[in-house]
């Protein structure tokens, strides 16, 4: 488990609903941004524009507020590709597990130090006065879905920049006659 703290979304993509009206039987929500959420959200992510962002989120109580979720994201973004620098269009279709938790369940000022066991499972998003944001927590899906260092299909390095890179020391060895390891 993980805790994920959100930036504050509400200006930017917020629809909200009570966890209290969250009951046993799972309920489906679906999301869906409008022109104007999904180009604050481009902006806010450094996209060229997002034609498309859409989440399904299955939600049910579990025990002490913590309601768990399954979403279903799909989304169609422009990016800029880090070789060529020519924006192209990226289809994202991620299913994810969620769990928000109340905020006064979490531990305040305490960091949690992460190993790969704390990364597993699904992040825990906390909510506060029986509101849980799905507008939130499906940009912020986005936000981590998103290739760092996207590459258009097909795009190749130049010809200078291929091959093995030089050992950290190799000119200094040569300034003094040696051979590098």
Avoid at 56 to 67: N, S
Avoid at 110 to 117: G, K
């Amino acid at each position: 488990m993980r805790v994920l703290y959100m930036r504050s979304m509400e200006q930017v993509f917020s629809r909200t609903i009570r966890a209290g009206h969250i009951k046993e039987t799972p309920q489906e929500h679906v999301v869906v941004a409008d022109e104007t959420a999904r180009a604050a959200l481009a902006a806010l992510y450094g996209l060229g524009g997002i034609a498309k962002l859409r989440g399904v989120f299955v939600l049910r109580h579990e025990r002490g507020g913590v309601i768990a979720a399954t979403l279903d994201m799909q989304a169609a973004v422009t990016q800029t590709c880090v070789v060529t620098l020519e924006p192209f269009e990226v289809r994202i279709d991620e299913r994810s597990m969620l769990r928000f938790v109340p905020a006064r369940s979490l531990p305040e000022g305490e960091a949690e130090e992460l190993d790969p066991e704390s990364l597993e499972g699904p992040d825990d998003i906390p909510y506060s006065n029986d509101a849980i944001d799905l507008g939130a927590a499906l940009a912020e899906q986005l936000a981590l879905a998103l290739d760092p260092y996207p590459r258009k299909p097909g795009a190749e390095l130049p010809e200078e920049y291929r091959g093995e890179p030089e050992a950290p020391f190799a000119a200094l060895a040569a300034k003094f006659g040696k051979k590098p390891r």
